[in-house]
């Protein structure tokens, strides 16, 4: 089983900074990573993926892989009230499909 | 909309009822799950189908049990639950050759057990 750890939070930043969400996965191997959001009371949502060859920007969202260490970082540019939500880290299984989660932390961005 | 539909959104059943949830995926995928989400908990993976087989099944009590008659169509049938069971259940599919792009999930049915 591939393990994922997040830090619980909450992570509060205010309106306009950086947020950066760190996950930390146990098999050096993994290849695939991805970030779900999860609004209160609502299902999570797929923002980014990225695959061990290198990071991905998409518009105010970056996901960064750092092969040495193990972990996967988020950031989020210019956070909004909005952005504030529970984000999922998710690692391809074994099975290469099935995702293993971690806990997810949750943000707030405060006006 | 993300392809995944679920019904009912929301269930509130007795413990001697026996009721099911439906999961439906229009994206031709051919993985499907059911997690269950408990209130301020991390999601918990209950069942995986591939190509309609039941390839993990995570220590899921018996009362809670699974159908995928094909790849669109995933049940979780129901019947004597407890309070505790209350959570929001959440299918989710994905395609098993390009797993790399992640799993798609529904709405959720928000199941509540008196």
Same mark, same amino acid.
């Given at each position: 089983?591939?393990?994922?750890?997040?830090?619980?939070?909450?992570?509060? #930043?205010?309106?306009?900074?950086?947020?950066?969400?760190?996950?930390? %996965?146990?098999?050096?191997?993994?290849?695939?990573?991805?970030?779900?959001?999860? %609004?209160?009371?609502?299902?999570?949502?797929?923002?980014?993926?990225? %695959?061990?060859?290198?990071?991905?920007?998409?518009?105010?969202?970056?996901?960064?892989?750092?092969?040495?260490?193990? %972990?996967?970082?988020?950031?989020?540019?210019?956070?909004?009230?909005?952005?504030?939500?529970?984000?999922?880290?998710? #690692?391809?299984?074994?099975?290469?499909?099935?995702?293993?989660?971690?806990?997810?932390?949750?943000?707030? #961005?405060?006006? | 909309?993300?392809?995944?539909?679920?019904?009912?959104?929301?269930?509130?059943?007795?413990?001697?009822?026996?009721?099911?949830?439906?999961? @439906?995926?229009?994206?031709?995928?051919?993985?499907?799950?059911?997690?269950?989400?408990?209130?301020?908990?991390? *999601?918990?993976?209950?069942?995986?189908?591939?190509?309609?087989?039941?390839?993990?099944?995570?220590?899921?009590?018996?009362?809670?049990?699974? @159908?995928?008659?094909?790849?669109?169509? *995933?049940?979780?049938? *129901?019947?004597?639950?407890?309070? @505790?069971?209350?959570?929001?259940?959440?299918?989710?599919?994905?395609?098993?050759?390009?797993? @790399?792009?992640?799993?798609?999930?529904?709405?959720?049915?928000?199941?509540?057990?008196?």
């Amino acid at each position: 089983q591939k393990e994922v750890e997040q830090n619980s939070g909450p992570l509060s #930043v205010p309106e306009g900074a950086i947020a950066s969400l760190n996950c930390t %996965y146990s098999d050096r191997g993994s290849q695939s990573f991805f970030w779900y959001r999860q %609004y209160s009371g609502k299902s999570p949502e797929l923002i980014m993926f990225i %695959y061990s060859n290198g990071d991905k920007e998409d518009g105010r969202f970056t996901a960064q892989l750092n092969k040495a260490s193990q %972990y996967v970082s988020l950031l989020i540019r210019d956070s909004q009230p909005s952005d504030s939500a529970t984000y999922l880290c998710a #690692v391809l299984g074994d099975s290469g499909y099935a995702l293993n989660f971690g806990k997810g932390t949750s943000l707030l #961005v405060t006006p | 909309e993300t392809g995944v539909t679920q019904t009912p959104r929301h269930l509130v059943m007795g413990m001697t009822n026996k009721k099911s949830l439906k999961c @439906e995926q229009h994206l031709g995928h051919n993985a499907m799950y059911w997690y269950k989400q408990s209130a301020k908990k991390p *999601l918990e993976l209950m069942f995986v189908y591939n190509f309609k087989e039941q390839t993990e099944n995570n220590s899921v009590p018996s009362r809670f049990s699974p @159908e995928c008659p094909n790849s669109s169509h *995933l049940f979780l049938h *129901l019947h004597t639950l407890q309070p @505790e069971d209350s959570a929001l259940y959440l299918c989710a599919s994905s395609q098993v050759e390009t797993g @790399e792009i992640g799993q798609f999930f529904g709405p959720g049915t928000r199941l509540t057990v008196l």
